[in-house]
Structures are given as C-alpha cells and as structure tokens.
C-alpha cells in the first residue's frame, strides 16, 4: 500500500536527520515545511519536501491536504488504560469535598480498582481497554505505554500483561508494556509491606521477565505506598532481568525518587508536580526524561509540573496523558498539548515536541517513531483544516483531526 498527502498547508517536526531528544532551548525549535507532501510505502515514511520540488510520484491512493497541516501521531509515553469498570463514584466524592489521599485511605483509589479488575474476566477487561485505545488512536496517539498496576497480585498482573500483548499484537498502534506491580499495598499485605515487595522482587519480576512481557518497571514512590528504600530494591530486582526503570515520582510529596530514578539510569521519572532544585540537579547530565501529566494536575486540581522551570535549566522534557480510572479519565493528547501551553506555559514548539519526539523517547522509540523523517513508521495525523498549527493547542476540547495513519493504514 503507498499514499501520498499532497498540498499540505504545513508539515511539522521534519527533521531530515535522526534527532534522539530535545532538550532546554532545543525544544524551542519546530521545524515545519509549508506548503508539502508525504508519501509513504507500506508502514514506512519514504519521502517528503516542497510542493515546488514535487515530482511525480505515482501512489494508489492521493490525499489532498489543502488547508490541513500534517504531523507526526501522539507518542503518549504514561498510560493506565487496561482497567475494568470506572471510578466515577470517588470523583463525585471529591467533588463532595474528599482529597484523592482521602478516598484511598477508605480503600478507594487504586485498591477500588484492583477488586473490579480481579472479578473481571481477561477476555472483558481485553475488550474495554481495546475501546478505550481505539479511541485514542482516533484522536491521534500512535504509540502508547500501557502500565499494569491494578493487578495487585502475581495472577492479576500477569492477567494484565498479557491483555496488554494481546492488544500490542492485534492493534496497528505501536505499545509498550510496563510492569507496574508496585503501584499500592493491597490490602491483604496492608500490616506486611515488606512481603509484597518480596514477591514483587522474588517472583513476578523473574516471572515476567521469563515471558518476555514487560519492557520497563514502574514505582510509585510516594508516601503511603512505596518509599524510596523499597523503590531502590524493586529497581535493583528489575535491573538484573534487564528491566529498565520509568517511575511514579513528586505526585504529591518529594522523597528523593528523581535522584533515585537517575541513579538507577530511568529512561523517564513522571508526575513531578512537586519539584525541587536538588532534582532539577539530579537530572541534569543524565539520559533520564522528565515527564508532566498536566491532565492529572487538572483532574485532581493538584499543582502543575513547572514546566518552564525543567526547560529553562536545559533539560528536556515530554507530555503524557496518565490516561487512568482515578487521577486522569482521558487519553486525548490534544488537551494534553493545550494544557501544555495554557497551565505549564510551553510554546505550541516546545508542546508539540514533547508530545512527539521527546514522548518517543520517554518509550524507547525515538529511532522509528516521534518525527517526519524518512524511513521511520507512517504514524501520521492529518487535521482538519486551519490557519496555523497554533490552532492545535489554541482550540482546546476540540477535536482537530480529520485523518489518522497509523502504520502506513488509515484507521480515520
Ligand atoms: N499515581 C499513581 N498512579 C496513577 C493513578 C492511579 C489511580 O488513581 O488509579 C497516576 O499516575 O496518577
Ligand atoms: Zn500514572
């Protein structure tokens, strides 16, 4: 299958050479060709340039982009979204006054969800993630992380991992599976913490590992569920099976997580809603990726990741949704990008950069995926038409997109 998209109003994020990450004043820098074309070959990006160079390339099927612009899809680097059910009861407690602290101390929260995902059968819980990432393929994203962590016990995270496989090998989208045994105590652990670490570290680490059906491991390093010691074991137990880190850090209180995930060499430490000088410190000189999950902030009215206080000191940073039943109930990297720009007060570049490439990254994708550059994965967003890119974060709660390419395959 070949496509070519013909008359493109502005085509974003081309980058002619291979670029792995963006970081301080570089995130700045978006670079666009107005007036373009595309064209792939089966799931490959094969060429692109001016209008005025075009020539003649023979596809069987022409778009005619005139008056849309053209971009790489999302790279939504931090999602929740296998889960069963929804939480939409403690979200009207909070309205009703209760803090997100407070429902999970009455056994809400993640504890809530991990019931409703053990009664669930694997082929029901399949079925409701696979709505829920369609319809975020809809709006654009075309690789996605999906965390486990509503599992809470060796069967039920490896339930989890392998509906997330299952959605890795029938979805076109691109997904990455991490394994987020450690995100609550459960409840019959509640007076024997150090027992579900145990089994954390003694068997569903070696367990997974051995199915070969994680890619990453995930903390959350928070007061009330993990701290940073037993971040630090877990860690350590997932880098002898090769499982590199992206944790849960700063949500709510500063513990020392940002220097423990780059002293364990994390590819990204996320939430840091909370953030001090010694972490802005931490990551500097490291590889690790610094995530904001602005829609988690607005869902929960916490305070939002200061975003121009991480760019401004020269690191990178990207967006991701969080998509999950309790903190963020949406996946729509749209808002993601609009709420970059109007709360964390990011330029649409420096949103949209962290929405692709620095996003690709923070997943371990940015060789293939995040940008227009010849020879990476057709995953491309086609919007309706607009007068400038500006429009995309400006008109928030809209939906932009016309038509989504994933794999070299219209899927909208
Ligand atoms: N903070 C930890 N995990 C999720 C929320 C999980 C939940 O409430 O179900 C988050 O990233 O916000
Ligand atoms: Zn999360």
Request: hydrophobic residues 40%.
């Amino acid at each position: 299958m070949s496509i070519l998209i013909k008359n493109i109003k502005q085509l974003l994020q081309v980058r002619e050479q291979q670029v792995d990450i963006l970081r301080g004043k570089a995130m700045a820098n978006l670079p666009i060709l107005e007036n373009a074309y595309v064209y792939i070959e089966n799931d490959t990006i094969i060429e692109f340039g001016l209008m005025e160079d075009f020539t003649n390339i023979e596809a069987e099927q022409t778009i005619d982009a005139t008056g849309k612009i053209v971009l790489p899809s999302w790279c939504d680097s931090h999602t929740h979204i296998v889960y069963a059910g929804n939480r939409v009861n403690e979200f009207v407690d909070r309205i009703n006054g209760l803090s997100y602290a407070e429902i999970a101390n009455r056994g809400g929260g993640i504890l809530n969800s991990a019931k409703v995902l053990a009664e669930t059968s694997e082929e029901d819980l399949y079925q409701q993630s696979l709505k829920r990432l369609n319809k975020v393929i809809a709006l654009g994203t075309g690789a996605i992380e999906i965390k486990t962590g509503y599992g809470l016990s060796v069967a039920s995270e490896l339930k989890m991992l392998r509906v997330v496989k299952r959605l890795k090998q029938e979805s076109l989208a691109k997904i990455i599976p991490t394994l987020l045994a450690a995100h609550a105590i459960p409840e019959d652990y509640k007076n024997d913490k150090q027992d579900y670490i145990n089994l954390i570290t003694d068997e569903l680490i070696p367990k997974a590992a051995d199915l070969q059906i994680a890619d990453y491991i995930d903390v959350f390093c928070e007061e009330g569920y993990f701290s940073v010691e037993d971040t630090d074991a877990i860690l350590k137990a997932g880098a002898t099976y090769h499982l590199q880190p992206k944790i849960h850090v700063n949500q709510f209180n500063i513990l020392g997580g940002v220097a423990l995930g780059v002293k364990h060499k994390a590819l990204s430490v996320d939430h840091l809603e909370e953030l001090n000088n010694d972490d802005i410190e931490a990551l500097k000189n490291s590889d690790t990726m610094p995530v904001a999950l602005p829609a988690c902030s607005f869902f929960l009215g916490i305070p939002y990741t200061p975003a121009r206080k991480i760019i401004d000191s020269g690191l990178p940073l990207a967006i991701a949704t969080d998509y999950n039943p309790g903190s963020t109930p949406s996946g729509n990297m749209n808002f993601i990008v609009s709420t970059a720009c109007i709360k964390l007060k990011m330029t649409p570049q420096e949103a949209i950069n962290a929405a692709t490439i620095n996003g690709a990254y923070a997943m371990g994708l940015e060789k293939t995926y995040g940008s227009i550059t010849r020879g990476k994965k057709a995953n491309l967003i086609i919007t309706k038409p607009m007068e400038s890119y500006f429009e995309l974060p400006y008109a928030f709660g809209d939906d932009p997109i016309d038509t989504v390419i994933i794999n070299g395959q219209l899927f909208k």
